[in-house]
């Protein structure tokens, strides 16, 4: 099996090519890596050009003004030449046997997920990966029979590995809301709708430096603002019409054909909104109703 690793950067050389070093030491050496630049305006392909590794190394440039995230994945994934393809972020660093565990669980119509254990102790990702890890590793089920039988699982899009094919039958990362909090969650509940399983791989771990938040300009304000809209407006995304448009959209960006218009999505948000900021008001108040309860 071989593996493509896609890394997305945005202006972090240094953590960048520290990663990259640190990749040496995987216990399996064969794999390629192509990190995708989210339009990074640091020294990024410069530091890539001078960096010499004994793997296969590229990389692709986006360019892109806004939260290119989803657009930077996507341009990795189709410029991998693996069979399979798995993804990370510059702030995650795979444990040595990363590369071949991936190769070993990677299989047809299942997304391999693996651990993205916090660095710095944070203990809120700690709690959820313990709860990811209660999942019964390499058992591929459903998302829905995930949910139902493993409720407190969180599902994590930043270290999730495929087949090249299954990323783009499944249609990709949607770019249409270039917004911080929508990419995962759209993600899996399109994975829902076209029916592809999910398996957990112990071993496949990353290890998450969180205390990098902010140091490439992206701090967690602005995380948590972008947060708010995508909460209100990805619903009306997530949609039948709308993953079915995805899929097309990311076989004809595969094949290089010319994009059919996607269907549009702001008059519905902008009808559901009152009722959303409602919802989403009632949620946060009992929230704070369980914690105030639970103290």
């Not at 909460?231 to 059919?260: C, I």
Request: with cysteine; charged share 25%.
């Amino acid at each position: 099996m071989s593996l493509s690793l896609v890394i997305t950067t945005y202006n972090r050389t240094a953590v960048l090519e520290r990663l990259l070093r640190t990749l040496e030491s995987q216990t399996d050496p064969d794999f390629q890596v192509v990190v995708a630049i989210d339009g990074s305006t640091d020294n990024t392909e410069d530091m890539l050009k001078g960096v010499r590794t004994r793997y296969d190394l590229k990389w692709i440039n986006t360019h892109c003004k806004e939260y290119g995230l989803a657009v930077a994945r996507n341009r990795g994934i189709l410029a991998s030449d693996g069979r399979a393809v798995a993804i990370m972020d510059d702030d995650s660093v795979p444990v040595p046997g990363f590369v071949a565990a991936h190769k070993a669980s990677c299989t047809s119509g299942v997304i391999t997920g693996g651990p993205r254990h916090p660095a710095n102790g944070d203990e809120r990702m700690a709690w959820k990966m313990q709860e990811l890890g209660r999942l019964p590793p390499l058992t591929p089920m459903t998302i829905d029979q995930l949910q139902r039988e493993w409720p407190n699982a969180y599902l994590v899009e930043n270290n999730i590995g495929l087949l090249r094919d299954d990323w783009i039958a499944m249609g990709l990362f949607s770019e249409r809301l270039k917004l911080y909090g929508y990419i995962g969650q759209e993600y899996f509940a399109r994975a829902r709708f076209l029916g592809m399983r999910y398996q957990f791989n112990p071993a496949a771990a990353v290890m998450h430096h969180g205390e990098l938040a902010g140091d490439n300009g992206f701090f967690h304000s602005k995380k948590v603002r972008q947060t708010k809209v995508s909460e209100l407006v990805r619903p009306s995304l997530m949609l039948s019409k709308h993953f079915n448009a995805q899929v097309t959209w990311a076989r004809d960006q595969a094949a290089g054909r010319s994009q059919q218009e996607m269907p549009g999505f702001w008059l519905h948000a902008g009808m559901a909104l009152p009722w959303r900021v409602t919802r989403l008001g009632l949620s946060r108040v009992r929230r704070k109703v369980r914690q105030v309860l639970g103290a």
